[in-house]
């Protein structure tokens, strides 16, 4: 197996490149389970932000990030944007994305109550890593559904011509490997 060695927050991994396409490599980034990256990251990335009344990331690999930097920037509350409509939502509002990750169009959803809660702030996207857009684009639609203000979108890491976005703020870059024929 090839890797990828990334440098985030004074803190080195190597990612391990995964085929996603017939062209295309990634580097797979999962912040999940690693508590050291996450707490450096949040650190760094609380220099960049703007300022923000909550913070909103998609279910699943966002949350540990959106929690600690929710605890850095001293907020009491953040929003997941669920990935299924679950039996305790009451008229969630809901929208499509297609992430390059999971490869198919997956849901995205608020609560009635949260969105009560989102209208008329300033809300930060916070996601793990901006590659297409999409699931940013999912999660600015529900923001604007509920009436709420996007204040700032942020990563830890843009993949590929996300990073040559003007619209994110991120810590570092992540290239995307072409495949040349085997």
Known sequence: MRFYPLKVADLERKLPLIRISDSIEIASFVILGDAELVVHA???????????????????????????????????????????????????FVTEVHSITTQKKQILCLDKSESEQIKGKRILIVDDVISTGESLQAMEKLVKQAGGIIAGKAALLAEGKAADRQDIIYLEKLPVFPVNGD
Not at 55 to 62: I, V
Request: without cysteine.
């Open 42 to 92: 949040a650190q760094e990335l609380k220099k960049k932000l703007p300022e923000a009344d909550y913070l909103l990331t998609a279910e699943a690999k966002g949350i540990p990030l959106v929690q600690e930097l929710s605890r850095v920037l001293g907020k009491r509350r953040y929003f997941v944007a669920r990935k299924s409509i679950k039996p305790y939502m009451a008229e969630p």
